[in-house]
């Protein structure tokens, strides 16, 4: 058994991991996104003409709007769960205030449901409410650590640098490239992307990395295929 100078000091044990990984999380979702949304657009639009100028438009166009909704949806949905922690943690702080005593039993009784003996878990359970009887509680009940709320600023942010970033590769190649090879190397690149962020995807979740990468080129490219198809066909006919 290892003690604890012998544990792997890689291991995410720092306080406030929780919370860098998931904007960590959230920046590569938008990236992602980033890639895949502009990439199927200004590749639809190569599909229905050459020129350069409606292509471009049109990708500036996708970039900020996506970037504006990523943003926009990842801080809806973070205050939310926000929102729904700080109820629970002024449910939780009322109930140790008003009824103590049943809370230390509650707490007990969670612990020796985990497979402690009834008096290591009163022990345990005196001894966290002793140092802080809320952090204990929001942990055990609730899987909440007080210190580490959500923080829709962060997310939304991250999501949007992230979507942005990932935005400008489909579109600069598709603006710098020669016309006769862009759509050719602006799938390359893109998948290359997909690529990137399927590895740091399976590493965020200490996963192996080939089905991330697998599902995200593999979507990516039905993405700009279903789109220059389209493109094409509106081409035509409009």
């Known amino acids: 058994m290892k003690t604890v100078s012998q544990l792997d000091h890689h291991e995410p044990h720092e306080p406030g991991m929780a919370g860098r990984l998931n904007w960590l999380r959230a920046g590569v979702l938008g990236?992602?996104?980033?890639?895949?949304?502009?990439?199927?657009?200004?590749?639809?639009?190569?599909?229905?003409?050459?020129?350069?100028?409606?292509?471009?438009?049109?990708?500036?166009?996708?970039?900020?709007?996506?970037?504006?909704?990523?943003?926009?949806?990842?801080y809806v949905s973070v205050s939310s769960q926000r929102d729904s922690e700080r109820a629970l943690l002024a449910k939780e702080r009322r109930e140790l205030a008003e009824t103590p005593e049943e809370e230390l039993a509650e707490l007990a009784g969670l612990y020796a449901a985990k497979g402690?003996?009834?008096?290591?878990?009163?022990?345990?359970?005196?001894?966290?409410?002793?140092?802080?009887?809320?952090?204990?509680?929001?942990?055990?009940?609730?899987?909440?650590?007080?210190?580490?709320?959500?923080?829709?600023?962060?997310?939304?942010?991250?999501?949007?640098?992230?979507?942005?970033?990932g935005a400008l590769l489909p579109l600069l190649a598709m603006a710098l490239l020669a016309i006769r090879v862009r759509v050719a190397l602006t799938v390359v690149t893109v998948a290359v992307a997909?690529?990137?962020?399927?590895?740091?995807?399976?590493?965020?979740?200490?996963?192996?990395?080939?089905?991330?990468?697998?599902?995200?080129?593999?979507?990516?490219?039905?993405?700009?295929?279903?789109?220059y198809g389209v493109g094409t066909l509106a081409g035509t006919f409009i």
């Open 31 to 74: 990236a992602n996104d980033g890639i895949v949304s502009t990439a199927g657009i200004v590749i639809g639009v190569a599909g229905a003409t050459n020129q350069t100028a409606p292509i471009v438009t049109a990708g500036i166009a996708g970039l900020a709007a996506g970037a504006m909704s990523m943003a926009v949806g990842e």
């Open 116 to 165: 402690l003996t009834a008096e290591v878990a009163q022990t345990v359970a005196e001894q966290l409410t002793a140092a802080d009887a809320l952090a204990a509680h929001a942990e055990v009940e609730l899987g909440i650590n007080p210190q580490e709320l959500a923080h829709p600023g962060h997310a939304a942010w991250a999501s949007f640098v992230a979507f942005v970033a």
């Open 194 to 227: 997909l690529m990137l962020t399927g590895v740091l995807s399976a590493r965020l979740g200490h996963a192996h990395w080939l089905r991330p990468v697998a599902r995200n080129v593999l979507g990516g490219a039905l993405a700009m295929a279903l789109t």
